[in-house]
């Protein structure tokens, strides 16, 4: 799970940033308007948090911008005191949650997973595929009933996978969605861990394959016939 947070005050911003890299999120932070618009055009995103007050266009303006740019990723705005006809506005703008300060993280990450899992059309927290189950909120994967033991970046490529079932995910996504843009290694490090997955993926599964190469372009989680 890849999230932006626009959010001008760097003492919230880190924090809210600290809980959720702790939560297994990989959180981009940026603190205007014009930083967040141009990250949002480099990068892909399950979730933007856009604080409403911001120091050069406000978060209402930043909104506006992306869903008329054509980006559908879900966005949550937040912000402390705010006008119902404030709040009304961005929802108008295609807002998909408004959060008031102050808020409790947990309850907060719980509606960041909602909107994410919505929008990508599930409408709980566990995923199927095949005899396949991953928990989205608990990080759980099994194989036929049993618990499929992963690293935590071998969770991170399922959980990619998984949000973007039926879709082909390419290597330089699985490397941003990991490394957030930062000291990213060579591409090759991508075969390697789905690699691991697979086989570890087989020995629960009696050889099932889940993830399958398309050559040239990524791989694919979807279930084999």
């Known amino acids: 799970m890849r999230i932006l947070l626009i959010d001008q005050d760097k003492s919230a911003n880190q924090a809210l940033t600290f809980f959720l890299k702790n ?11 014009e930083e967040g618009t141009e990250l949002i055009r480099l990068y892909d995103y399950d979730l933007i ?7 050069d266009i406000s978060g209402h303006e930043v909104l506006k911008k992306i869903r008329l740019s054509g980006i559908k990723t879900p966005i949550m705005m937040l912000s ?7 709040k009304i506005s961005c929802f108008n703008a295609g807002a998909d949650d408004y959060v008031v300060r102050p808020y409790d993280k947990n309850e907060l990450f719980a509606r960041i997973q909602a909107i994410i899992r919505r929008s990508r059309g599930y409408a709980d927290s566990i995923v199927h595929v095949g005899q396949m189950e991953v928990n989205l909120d608990t990080k759980i994967v099994t194989v036929d009933g049993k618990v499929l033991h992963l690293t935590g970046k071998e969770y991170a490529l399922i ?3 998984c949000l973007r079932q039926g879709m082909t995910v390419s290597k330089e996504q699985f490397l941003n969605h ?33 993830i399958q190469t398309v050559w040239g372009r990524g791989y694919i989680l979807k279930e084999s016939k």
């Open 23 to 33: 939560k297994g999120v990989v959180v981009d932070s940026a603190f205007s308007g």
């Open 49 to 55: 948090l856009i604080e409403f007050f911001l120091p």
């Open 80 to 86: 402390g005191s705010i006008t119902t006809a404030q």
């Open 159 to 161: 959980e990619l996978l």
């Open 178 to 210: 990991l490394y957030g843009g930062m000291d990213e290694p060579e591409m090759k490090i991508i075969d390697v861990f789905l690699c691991r997955i697979r086989n570890k993926i087989k020995r629960l599964s009696h050889g099932t394959e889940y």
